[in-house]
């Protein structure tokens, strides 16, 4: 129901049948995945916007910013929702802007895709790969995640083993439109992008971006298991080091994490490396696994990559995913292990939380190895959360909570400084996505 004010004034200025006040559309349309949080479940499952719009083109878009400009209304802007650390929840009401209709793919010219920003990740894949080229990395959702979404809130996936992470250069440019009575349209490009990368789109509505593409391979998917943990890891830290292999995925994980894993049917009792491995690199792989003790428990031909549920499907936080299913206690941590303490780490990370299963995505950042974990545990108490946070922290783990909403406490930008200035630059009234980056507001600017 419209109620007045900047609500008709929105009405006004957007088709009814882009706009909605109703409260189940409200809802739904005002959440994302923070559920994998018992906290943040606990803290956002409240939250709720004043109404969702799905602007069809850009026109639309600035109408509808222009009424939330001119009445100061909060504006939460949201791709396909499947962020992990309430992102895309809005924390003072307002107007949730849903980019799912602004999802062209502009061009593909050379190693370089062009899309507008609500375009899902798998179409973009898909669209790529018919003219024999791929996405360099994609999170694990990719078939429902949008590009603006993965890289104003994601990190990395599917590749990020040869290609790094959303800050290792597969954004060409970007286009970013400001939050003001007379919106400027930014462009940026190289090295300017970073401070708008896995930013909670705090600084300016991305509406198009340039993604890098790298050439096209025929992807076998495996999984191979072993005796214990640490020969599973050993034989995925051997595979990242060779370069005579072509991967797309290393997933680690213990042995009681393979139970959760219905679909894939693999024994309970051993750990496994879930992989994708170029075709023609199948039987050098072969030699590498009877080498380390390994069993093919699972191989799919690369007929089948991306028709029905794969393995990259139980990687990064499908993994949680497929836990919660069985038990909707189990939540999950992100750490990142020493490169080279990471046995020790593991070992006494396990000795003091034996509730703690290790899953390692193996990847680079900056073109080194990188051994990233996202441990699962069965969640008990905030306490004996944060007890674990401290403890991977006490021993060099790193850790980036997301059990927080918070960009500065959760997220990974290493442009907070940066940020904070593109923020009063681009959005002077503190409009967009309200509370995710409190530190960069004056008192002038909180809304
Ligand atoms: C089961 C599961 C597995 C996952 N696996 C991975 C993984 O492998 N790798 C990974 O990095 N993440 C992963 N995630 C988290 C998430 O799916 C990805 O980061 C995804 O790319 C987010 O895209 P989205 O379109 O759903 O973004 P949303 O959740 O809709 O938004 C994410 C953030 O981006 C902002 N935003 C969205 N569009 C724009 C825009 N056009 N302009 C400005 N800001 C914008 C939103 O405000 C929000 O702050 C996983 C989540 C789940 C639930």
New binding site residues.
Partial sequence: MVKGGWQSMLAGAIASDRLSFELPARRKFSR??FH?SPVLSRELGHEVADCIVWPTNEEELDDVLSVAVSCRVPI??????????G??VPLAGGIVVD??Q?NQLLEVQGDTISVQ??A??GRMEAAARELGKELRI?????Q???????????????GSIEWGT?WDGIVRSMT?KTIEEKPRIIRVAGEHVQPYIH????S????ELAIALTEKHEWMQWAITFDAYNEALDFGLGLADNQGIKKRLISIHEAEIARYFTTLKLPHDKAVALLEIAQEDGAELLRWVEECGGTVSLRIPSSRYHLGTGVSDH????T??WARKMDSNMTYLQTRFSPTDYWTQMAALKAAFPECLLHV?LMRSKGKLVVSGLPLLRYTTDDRLQMMIDFCQSIGVSVANPHTWRLEFGGRSPELVRLGQLKRQNDPYGL??PL?LEYSLGPEQAV
């Avoid at 930013?199 to 705090?202: E, I, L």
Wanted: glycine share 20%; no cysteine.
């Fill in positions: 994302d995945f994998f939460t802007v949201r791709g396909g929702g499947t962020g992990n650390y992102q895309a980019m799912s602004l920003a609500g899902k990740m994609y999170p694990s959702t990719f429902t995640a949008t590009i603006g979404g993965f890289i104003s809130g994601g990190s990395g996936g599917i959303v970013i930013n909670y789109g705090v300016g509505i991305v509406t990687a990064w936080n499908h949680t995913l995505e967009l996505n995710k």
